[in-house]
């Protein structure tokens, strides 16, 4: 089995920058591809990145140009850097993965069936 833990949420004011951290421990072999989603209470949940395991990445058309996601394979750790925040920024980012491979290009959270468990980034004024 895989279990991803994130870290390094908080709060910063708009215009600052935050990195997201998402370590992957256990069976992460056939880990390929992996995503960052963000959820705001009474909404539902928004994917923001993805990358595979060849380095190739999707953006939503929301954070392009201002978020970054990269993998480090050795470490099994998932980056998402976040540059230029807005206060709409604001939610609960969870890391995901589907052990297994498949096409990865933004694919939606119900492809995903291991999941982090949140951290919050909160933006204000």
């Known amino acids: 089995q895989v279990q991803l833990v994130e870290s390094g949420g908080g709060s910063v004011q708009a215009g600052g920058s935050l990195r997201l951290s998402c370590a992957a421990s256990?069976?992460?072999?056939?880990?390929?591809?992996m995503g960052w989603f963000r959820q705001v209470p009474g909404k539902e949940r928004e994917g923001v990145a993805s990358?595979?395991?060849?380095?190739?990445?999707a953006y939503a058309a929301s954070v392009k140009g201002r978020f970054t996601i990269s993998k480090d394979n050795v470490k099994n750790t998932l980056y998402l850097q976040m540059n230029s925040l807005k206060i709409e920024d604001t939610a609960i980012y969870s890391c995901?993965?589907?052990?297994?491979?498949?096409?990865?290009?933004?694919?939606?959270?119900?492809?995903?069936?291991?999941w982090g468990q949140g951290t919050q980034v909160t933006v204000s004024s």
């Open positions: 995901a993965t589907r052990p297994g491979g498949g096409y990865c290009h933004l694919p939606p959270a119900g492809w995903f069936n291991v």
């Open positions: 256990g069976y992460t072999y056939n880990i390929n591809c």
């Open positions: 990358i595979d395991n060849s380095g190739t990445t």
